[in-house]
């Protein structure tokens, strides 16, 4: 029996959005990457947002929310994510296993809905994984639901959310595991003149640009965080994050990013490859 899913009230004009990434969990509450165990970061990161008292009408995350590939995974995300009390969405990314995620979290209470009103705005979830690769990539389908979306609601400002940022970061090892059609998507995205916003996760880095007419953004993952434009695989010690986002009305939107102080969770530095 598919359980009910939380929505936002969507009435306020303003929408409050809180993201969240490559949350990494392992089918061990205890499993580390590269020495962070990532149920101990994520669960200080929920603690830090309830502490802070922000208000948010739901929970976007961007993917990799599993390490392992692993049932008990997404069972431990969907029990953690509860505390929020708040609607969740999310997309899939390359350490996920897309299929098993939709048949899980529909019986869960993570919403498995791949298309979002709410106010002025919209949100379209897109599949950029590739089985087993790091790499990511938008199949057509994907392109044309997204169009569908955007001429169906042509007065609705656009959120894509996508787990691989379209976009090169300046890292030559972190480039190479880009979406790899990203010239493609790019160029569709652009001229669908109603899409404001890519959200993405995968580079665990904050990245926040403007091409063309539409800002990509990129957030630190809730577990380690990749040194930016670094050649070689290196990670940095800054802690634990999240966004925050303020979509207004017109389109425009604020955000900020948050993190846990550094020093409570620091990766083996020591380590080569990811
Ligand atoms: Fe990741």
């Known amino acids: 029996m598919e359980t009910a ?12 959005v ?12 205890s499993g580390n990457l590269l020495g962070v165990r990532t149920a101990e970061s ?3 990161v929920l603690a830090s947002i309830l502490n802070q008292s922000m208000p948010f009408d739901f929970v976007l995350v961007t993917g990799d929310i599993s390490q392992d590939y692993s049932a008990e995974s997404y069972q431990r995300f969907a029990h953690m994510i509860a505390l929020l009390r708040a609607p969740v969405f999310f997309v899939p990314g390359n350490h996920d296993d897309g299929p098993l995620m939709y048949r899980m979290f529909s ?48 007065h609705l400002h656009t959120m894509i959310c996508v787990h691989h940022l379209p976009l090169l970061v300046g890292s030559r090892w972190l480039d ?33 640009v403007m091409q063309g007419a539409i800002r990509y953004l990129a957030s630190p993952s809730t577990s380690i ?16 994050g999240w966004r925050y986002l303020t979509l207004n009305i017109d389109g425009t939107l604020e955000t900020q990013v948050h993190r846990l102080p550094q020093g409570r969770f620091i990766p083996d530095t020591g380590v080569e490859g990811y």
Not at 109 to 115: A, D, E, F, K, L
Not at 118 to 124: I, K, L, P
Not at 177 to 204: I, K, S, W
Request: charged share 15%; net charge negative; aromatic share 10%.
């Open 18 to 29: 809180l993201q969240l990434t490559d949350i990494h969990l392992f089918a061990e509450e």
């Open 176 to 208: 190479t595991q880009t979406m790899h059609n990203q010239d493609e998507f790019n160029a569709f995205v652009a001229r669908l003149p109603n899409v404001r916003t890519v959200l993405c996760g995968h580079v665990h880095q904050q990245v926040d």
């Open 42 to 44: 994520f669960k200080a």
């Open 5 to 16: 899913f939380l929505q936002p009230r969507c009435d306020s004009g303003q929408i409050s």
């Open 225 to 240: 965080q990749f040194e930016p434009l670094s050649h070689n695989f290196s990670l940095d010690l800054h802690g634990p």
């Open 107 to 154: 019986n869960l209470g993570v919403n498995t809905q791949r298309h979002l009103v709410c106010g002025n705005w919209q949100f379209v979830f897109l599949n950029s994984e590739v089985y087993a690769v790091p790499h990511g990539w938008v199949q057509r389908s994907e392109l044309s639901f997204l169009k569908e979306c955007c001429l169906n609601n042509p």
